[in-house]
């Protein structure tokens, strides 16, 4: 079965940063859009990047645009999010997705999740 699976998550202060890390296993990669959703403490989950099979397309959320980049390596079946200038606002927990498109970056109705990673930021 496939298997999905975060990494890089942290606790850190404003203005550090941050690189997920998402592996996915038994899965066609590079056949899926990609994405990264956040669930904040309270909060519903939102998708905050998507990415296209290719990487040609990539799309971000208002609040993260010019401080986090989306990327992946379909060889290595790894999708990233390096986070920079991160801030106390972008706590929360962190999951990589497969989408049906990278806009709207939203959940698809038979997407692959994994169980997320947690990252904190302090002020």
């Known amino acids: 079965q496939v298997h999905v699976e975060e990494s890089g998550g942290g606790s850190v202060q404003t203005g550090q940063s941050l690189r997920l890390s998402c592996v996915i296993a038994?899965?066609?990669?590079?056949?899926?859009?990609m994405g990264w959703f956040r669930q904040a403490p309270g909060k519903e989950r939102e998708g905050i990047s998507c990415?296209?099979?290719?990487?040609?397309?990539?799309y971000y959320v208002d609040s993260v645009k010019g401080r986090f980049t989306i990327s992946r390596d379909n060889a290595k079946k790894t999708l990233y999010l390096q986070m920079n200038q991160l801030k106390p606002e972008d706590t929360g927990m962190y999951y990589c997705?497969?989408?049906?498109?990278?806009?709207?970056?939203?959940?698809?109705?038979?997407?692959?999740w994994g169980q997320g990673t947690q990252v904190t930021v302090s002020s």
């Open positions: 038994r899965l066609p990669f590079d056949d899926y859009a």
């Open positions: 997705a497969t989408v049906d498109s990278p806009y709207p970056c939203t959940q698809a109705p038979q997407g692959f």
């Open positions: 990415i296209s099979w290719s990487g040609g397309s990539t």
